[in-house]
């Protein structure tokens, strides 16, 4: 432990023959301790010729956590440098080895629907028997709704003199909380409803020149419907790019829609929504760390 200690407190800058930001004593020193705890020889995905749908922010997660609970590397940039450079590298000898550190991938990113799933849910409705009141208006049961009872006192008669019931006030009627709701005023009602998810995925490719999904605008005669700028699926536009080195560096689901009418989310259904293709250097390397492997998932 105090090994790992002494590493961390280590100035990255203190070694001359470092010149890149990255490649640093401390770094390697690091690295070199992970791999020798962990395999990290199915790790380096930056070689892969062929399309790679296993995240590879997922497929990394033992070494997160080894990270974290055996180095006690919790800081979000520490830790996605670490990660990063075992993605390029691999299982190498990273004391002596030749240390790669930046490749100028395309960046690609695709925001796409799910298939429509059927769930239920619930809302809250007025009280059937209480018409959302809460409460029942019921016969008192000290005047039996006549709302009088006989008082102590007697006319010149002899029949009892009678007064105001005291229990319901002389209405004859008292409020008591709904028996069907609790007094609530309401009960959950449950209905179908369907969803669908928005995720992205991030890809990386050597390969700039991956073909975009195609534009066809879709016309539609029902204003309510959302109409997609881009009509191909995604399954689709993966199979066309299966023989490509597209590596798939992060998926994660964004947003949903959840409707009570599955024709209105039939439009979205697999369809790309967005797609953007942009060089690492133009995306911006800090950048792309932090917007890919400094979030909850690292």
């Known amino acids: 432990m105090l090994k790992i200690v002494n590493i961390l407190k280590e100035d990255q800058k203190s070694n001359d023959r470092f010149d890149n930001h990255l490649d640093t004593l401390q770094n390697r020193k690091l690295l070199n301790f992970i791999s020798k705890n962990i395999n990290l020889e199915n790790f380096n995905k930056s070689k892969q010729k062929t399309l790679i749908l296993h995240p590879f922010d997922n497929k990394i997660y033992n070494v997160k956590h080894f990270i974290r609970s055996v180095l006690f590397i919790n800081e979000g940039t520490k830790m996605s440098e670490l990660l990063w450079l075992i993605f390029l590298n691999g299982d190498i000898n990273y004391l002596k080895d030749e240390l790669k550190t930046f490749d100028n991938f395309q960046v690609y990113v695709v925001n796409w629907w799910s298939s429509i799933e059927e769930d239920w849910s619930e809302e809250e409705v007025d009280c059937y028997e209480c018409s959302g009141d809460g409460v029942q208006d019921e016969d008192c049961d000290m005047c039996q709704g006549t709302g009088e009872e006989e008082s102590d006192e007697k006319d010149e008669e002899g029949n009892p003199i009678m007064v105001e019931c005291p229990d319901c006030e002389g209405k004859g009627e008292v409020s008591n909380d709904c028996d069907y709701c609790d007094g609530r005023g309401y009960e959950m009602e449950e209905y179908d ?78 369809k790309i929504m967005s797609f953007s293709s942009q060089s690492l250097e133009d995306y911006g390397f800090e950048l792309f760390l932090r917007d890919f492997m400094f979030g909850e998932n690292v």
């Open 193 to 270: 409803e369907y969803v669908i998810e928005e995720w992205q995925s991030t890809f990386l490719s050597p390969n700039k020149d991956i073909k975009p999904p195609l534009r066809k605008p879709v016309k539609s005669n029902t204003n309510y419907i959302p109409v997609p700028r881009i009509n191909e699926l995604y399954d689709t536009w993966l199979d066309k790019s299966s023989n490509k080195s597209l590596i798939l560096f992060n998926e994660t689901i964004v947003d949903e829609r959840r409707e009570t009418s599955k024709s209105y989310l039939s439009v979205m259904e697999g």
